[in-house]
């Protein structure tokens, strides 16, 4: 059976910095393109970053760039998203997604992690 | 960045009905779309990629069309379960983009 499992989230001051991982189970992750998509309360789901399988590929939404690194332990089955500088719009539960590759859509989520940029 | 614009954002309907959301996206994007369901307080699930064709273990009841600029999510045979948000989603170009949701509510 597939897993993503988030953790990582929480409350933190605008300016301040966290890191999410997930980890994942039941499948070749190291095969897997990752993703962090995010919503917003009572808001929509919102992409934030890809990785290709090997960790040598990243992208990022223009909301994000600069402040938010996408990375990959293979070794270890995790995904990872850095998060600096963050402001009160960055408030939001934070979804890893699977998907196959290029050219794939995500098939699966994982059950999300709760971060509050609050002060 | 393709702009997705889903209609209705929300929609009454019964048990037993047959629904119909549509997406519709700024540019071509052939058939790289997706549809996910979402539940409150519950992470999406995702039900059809490329345009029509079903995830592993998601009902024949779901049925997803279009090309280009204009696709349909169908559900028929409306169950008490299928009561959730309904997200589309491009994935021909990044910034990968969502539709706003259309809310299936009784």
């Known amino acids: 059976e597939v897993q993503l499992v988030e953790s990582g989230g929480g409350l933190v001051q605008p300016g301040g910095s966290l890191r999410l991982s997930c980890a994942a189970s039941?499948?070749?992750?190291?095969?897997?393109?990752m993703n962090w998509v995010r919503q917003a309360p009572g808001k929509g789901l919102v992409w934030v970053s890809r990785?290709?399988?090997?960790?040598?590929?990243?992208s990022y939404a223009d909301s994000v760039k600069g402040r938010l690194t996408i990375s990959r332990d293979n070794a270890k089955n995790t995904l990872y998203l850095q998060m600096n500088s963050l402001t009160v719009d960055d408030t939001a539960v934070y979804y890893c997604?699977?998907?196959?590759?290029?050219?794939?859509?995500?098939?699966?989520w994982g059950q999300g992690t709760l971060v509050t940029v609050s002060s | 960045d393709i702009q997705m614009t889903q209609s209705p954002s929300s929609l009454s309907a019964s048990v037993g009905d047959r629904v119909t959301i549509s997406c519709r996206t700024s540019?071509?994007?052939?058939?790289?779309l997706a549809w996910f369901q979402q539940k409150p307080g519950k992470a999406p699930k995702s039900l059809i990629y490329?345009?029509?064709s079903l995830q592993s273990g998601v009902p024949s009841k779901f049925s997803g069309s279009g090309s280009g600029t204009d696709f349909t999510l169908t559900i028929r045979n409306l169950q008490p379960e299928d009561f959730a948000t309904y997200y589309c989603?491009?994935?021909?170009?990044?910034?990968?983009?969502f539709g706003q949701g259309t809310k299936v509510e009784i």
């Open positions: 990785i290709n399988s090997d960790g040598t590929d990243t």
């Open positions: 997604a699977s998907h196959r590759g290029s050219g794939w859509s995500i098939d699966y």
């Open positions: 540019q071509d994007i052939s058939d790289f």
């Open positions: 490329a345009a029509s």
């Open positions: 989603q491009q994935y021909h170009n990044y910034p990968w983009t």
């Open positions: 039941g499948f070749t992750f190291s095969a897997y393109w």
